[in-house]
């Protein structure tokens, strides 16, 4: 090669490493693992579409950088999972990630994040193991409740309403979600002045309830709690209709919200309570100091079903305050910084379309959690209404009329 080429090719060389470390440093980049693919990506499409709208929010700008998602498909898969969180944490080197969401999937992310240890903020996954294992760790941001989560908003919710001193009976499955869900509602019930007078297990797609059924009804409970799967919670729902059981207040988990439940059940479904992160129709006013990150759940619906001409639901706007609240803390630190804005993070206590967001230890360890107080309602005449918070109720609790 002639010597005045090699010059050439050296100067333009570094002219290309100069314009692509300049852009680097223009840049802030968010890895976005996400189950785009499998057989989480019901999880992993609202996620990804949580995370795009936040973005929107802020411009794709903050701390005057520019902002850019990486997104990355695990395909629902371990081993996937691990070779995406490796390339963004050893290859890609982000200061920052969110997701994935499935608890399956976050366990496989743990040990490839453990590597580098970006702040990672995980809006899903309710498994205590999670907690266990990363809930310590210092850059690690939890915004979606763990299991006991579920049973402390419930347990808080008819304290308000019942007061003290009510019966309680509980029928949980013999699988590892009713046996994992039980020793909570055994703790925050008690722990609420319940007495808990009967604790019934089932098998797991038992056809016939009814032997159970019969000995709730001898012990004459105030309150019926059924731990069990969405499958089981409709043969449940409906023996205890066609049976009339009398007892007035039914509690569910999630399952009470899903179509899946509510059209297999019918007229069945009324009186129930149950828990979810969010509920279409809830009202919740704008953040005054943030409206445009921020706004009413009203505006903000009407926003996402513009954008993406579908129904929200809670991954998507739970996805959205966690991705939010992440840039506003970038924002606020003004630089590419992970202690920053770690701790900019850690100061955060504002209103958001999901919530008060606000990061507080948990009991059960994560030093680092948004988000637990949970929405609990009941179904009445065929509607949701909002119990709790009270901040949020649209209605009030009632007896079960048979």
Not at 313 to 320: A, E, K, M, P, W
């Amino acid at each position: 090669m002639h010597p005045r080429l090699t010059v050439a090719a050296a100067v333009a060389a570094l002219a290309c490493s100069a314009t692509t470390g300049a852009a680097a440093q223009d840049t802030i980049r968010v890895g976005v693992p996400m189950e785009l693919s499998g057989k989480f990506v019901s999880y992993g499409a609202p996620g990804k579409r949580g995370t795009e709208m936040a973005a929107e929010a802020f411009n794709y700008k903050v701390a005057g950088k520019k902002l850019e998602l990486l997104f990355r498909d695990v395909q629902s898969d371990a081993q996937t999972t691990v070779s995406v969180i490796n390339e963004l944490v050893s290859q890609a080197k982000v200061n920052y990630m969110i997701g994935p969401i499935g608890s399956p999937i976050v366990a496989a992310a743990i040990p490839a994040w453990q590597q580098g240890k970006p702040i990672w903020l995980v809006p899903g996954s309710s498994s205590t193991k999670l907690e266990e294992v990363a809930g310590a760790e210092p850059m690690f941001f939890h915004t979606y409740p763990y299991a006991y989560h579920y049973h402390t908003s419930e347990a808080a919710a008819l304290k308000h309403y019942l007061g003290p001193g009510k019966r309680v009976a509980v029928i949980y499955s013999d699988d590892s979600y009713g046996r994992t869900h039980l020793p909570y509602v055994q703790k925050y019930y008690k722990e609420a002045g319940y007495n808990i007078v009967a604790e019934e297990l089932v098998r797991t797609n038992a056809s016939d309830l009814n032997p159970v059924l019969t000995k709730i009804r001898v012990s004459r409970p105030d309150i019926l709690i059924g731990l069990v799967q969405t499958t089981d919670a409709i043969t449940l729902a409906k023996q205890i209709h066609t049976r009339r059981l009398d007892v007035p207040y039914l509690v569910g988990t999630a399952y009470t919200q899903l179509d899946e439940w509510r059209n297999a059940v019918g007229e069945a479904q009324e009186g129930w309570l149950g828990v979810t992160t969010y509920l279409p129709g809830a009202q919740r006013a704008a953040n005054p100091d943030y409206p445009h990150i921020f706004p009413s759940l009203t505006e903000w619906e009407e926003k996402f079903r513009k954008r993406f001409n579908a129904e929200p639901d809670f991954l998507d706007i739970g996805t959205y305050a966690t991705a939010a609240m992440l840039f506003l803390a970038i924002d606020r630190a003004g630089v590419d910084d992970r202690e920053k804005v770690a701790a900019e993070l850690r100061k955060i206590d504002l209103q958001t379309v999901f919530g008060r967001g606000n990061f507080k230890p948990t009991e059960g360890g994560t030093k680092q959690q948004a988000f637990t107080d949970m929405v609990v309602f009941q179904n009445q005449g065929g509607k949701n209404v909002v119990l709790y918070p009270l901040a949020d109720a649209t209605g009030k609790l009632q007896p079960l009329k048979r």
